[in-house]
């Protein structure tokens, strides 16, 4: 934007590869050269960076980082051991990013700086080399909306953006990621149910219902009463499996956690001395 009140200049805010694409050809002083490399050391650690420039000469950087949520590092790891799901991480932040918070939480594949058009495509893409895996996409944004609704199963976190609860399949009430486990344990918990009751069933029709209809008489003969309580039994049996899902508890038995870094940002180097905005870092709640 131009700034009137500053002699007409044109001020920008944005990330550092904005700033290389505006400013391409430029020499940067030693200064500046400085400011940059604090730029790109915080994009490292795993910030979002905001760099201030005007015509062209950077002033100052602000770096920003949602802490990682404390039960982040145990999902994944509950996601590929125990359930044996391969996890990807598809997110808009610049790479450096995408990777330091990828390695923090033990997550392997990664797609960064993906518009909410390439977040589809990656998931269309993991639909065709799946081998018939069923792809499951959890997200919060409205640039997630597209993605959630091409999944196979999209899964929206209950706080997040109106548009990504209504076009995924599944709607966490919390915002807890345990609750993403705790979900997809239930389901797989369901079906096992579903495939036992089967069992039952068609057990006791197959085996039972000839003999009940005096195929095999004289030899085998089941009585009437007979008959009567093993079909009795059977309904019990499908009856009390399927209320034993109420039984079924939250995989999570503990939250890994890390030991807080602390770190010193009190000197942030400056590219101009008169400059009135300097280098900082805000954490802020998901």
Request: proline fraction near 4%.
């Amino acid at each position: 934007c131009v700034v009137p009140q500053l002699g007409g200049i044109t001020a920008r805010v944005g990330n550092l590869q904005f700033f290389e694409d505006v400013a391409a050809g430029r020499a940067a002083s030693a200064a500046e050269a400085e400011l940059l490399e604090w730029v790109r050391m915080m994009q490292n650690e795993g910030h979002t960076v905001a760099l201030v420039h005007a015509d062209l000469v950077p002033l100052g950087a602000v770096a920003m980082s949602d802490p990682i949520r404390e039960d982040a590092e145990w999902v994944v790891d509950f996601f590929s051991k125990t359930l044996g799901l391969e996890v990807w991480m598809c997110t808009g932040d610049n790479t450096a990013t995408a990777k330091a918070i990828a390695e923090a939480v033990g997550i392997k594949n990664v797609v960064a700086e993906a518009l909410p058009t390439a977040k589809s495509q990656c998931v269309q893409q993991l639909q065709r080399q799946g081998g018939g895996k069923k792809v499951c996409f959890v997200g919060d944004g409205i640039n997630d909306s597209i993605a959630l609704a091409q999944a196979d199963v999209g899964i929206a976190i209950g706080v997040g953006a109106q548009v990504a609860m209504e076009a995924a399949d599944v709607t966490l009430v919390r915002s807890e990621l345990s609750d993403c486990a705790m979900f997809l344990s239930l389901s797989k918990r369901t079906v096992m149910t579903i495939c036992l009751n089967l069992f039952w069933a068609f057990c006791f029709n197959f085996v039972c219902l000839p003999m009940a209809a005096g195929l095999f008489y004289p030899r085998v003969h089941i009585p009437p009463l007979a008959a009567g309580i093993g079909m009795a039994s059977s309904s019990c049996l499908v009856v009390f499996t399927s209320l034993a899902l109420r039984l079924h508890r939250s995989p999570k038995t503990g939250v890994w956690r890390r030991p807080k870094r602390a770190r010193d940002l009190e000197k942030v180097p400056l590219a101009d001395p008169t400059a009135t905005m300097i280098g900082s870092s805000y954490a802020g709640a998901v």
